[in-house]
T-cell receptor
């Protein structure tokens, strides 16, 4: 089982460029999340989705957009990249209504904006 | 305003001894508390959790203790092994919108 798959693993962007981080999961999970982790910091929630067609903002949504057209995919779009968006991005998912907190994470996408 | 705090950025423990990682929180509405383990260049992986209605949960070498009156939880690893060297994140949840994470503690197991 692949679990949660993120692409690309590494990317360097120039200031002002745009890109999409892809995330797909094969566990039929309804809930999906995007986090970012800055050096020496915990993970901060960017956006989340409770099912296809439904998305909501997390703690740090500015500069990002998401969509959820299918259960499997939850892409994160960066518009007009800025150096402050240099970070490691993690996609995660979980099943079910009861939130016990157990998330399944992808391996991460390291983004550098120069 | 940090709702979940891990005040020790790093901890060094000798192999075979007990490792104790600490976490404090401020939000009394959290339902579940969790510990995640993270190796370099990998995503976090779930380690152990505890419901807010319990005070202890044990899984093999790992035990989590919750003290609600002090808003404090701790993770005990005994005995510590070299493969336990990783960053440990304390996290908490209270709704659909994912987890609130601490900054992490880097555990180093010395041979």
């Amino acid at each position: 089982n692949a679990g949660v798959t993120q692409t690309p693993k590494f990317r360097i962007l120039k200031i002002g460029q745009s890109m999409t981080l892809q995330c797909t999961q094969d566990m039929n999970h309804n809930y999906m999340y995007w986090y970012r982790q800055d050096p020496g910091m915990g993970l901060k929630l960017i956006y989340y989705s409770v099912g296809a067609g439904i998305t909501d903002k997390g703690e740090v949504p500015n500069g990002y957009n998401v969509s959820r057209s299918t259960t499997e995919d939850f892409p994160l779009r960066l518009e007009l990249a800025a150096p402050s968006q240099t970070s490691v991005y993690f996609c995660a998912s979980r099943p079910g209504q009861l939130n016990t907190g157990e998330l399944f994470f992808g391996e991460g996408s390291r983004l550098t904006v120069l | 305003d940090q709702q979940v705090k891990q005040n020790s950025p790093s901890l060094s423990v000798q192999e075979g001894r007990i490792s104790i990682l600490n976490c404090d929180y401020t939000n009394s509405m959290f339902d579940y508390f969790l510990w995640y383990k993270k190796y370099p260049a990998e995503g976090p992986t779930f380690l152990i959790s505890i419901s807010s209605i319990k005070d202890k949960n044990e899984d093999g070498r790992f035990t989590v203790f919750l003290n609600k009156s002090a808003k404090h939880l701790s993770l005990h690893i005994v005995p510590s092994q070299p493969g336990d060297s990783a960053v440990y994140f304390c996290a908490a949840t209270g709704g659909a919108d994912g987890l609130t994470f601490g900054k992490g503690t880097h555990l180093i197991i010395q041979p």
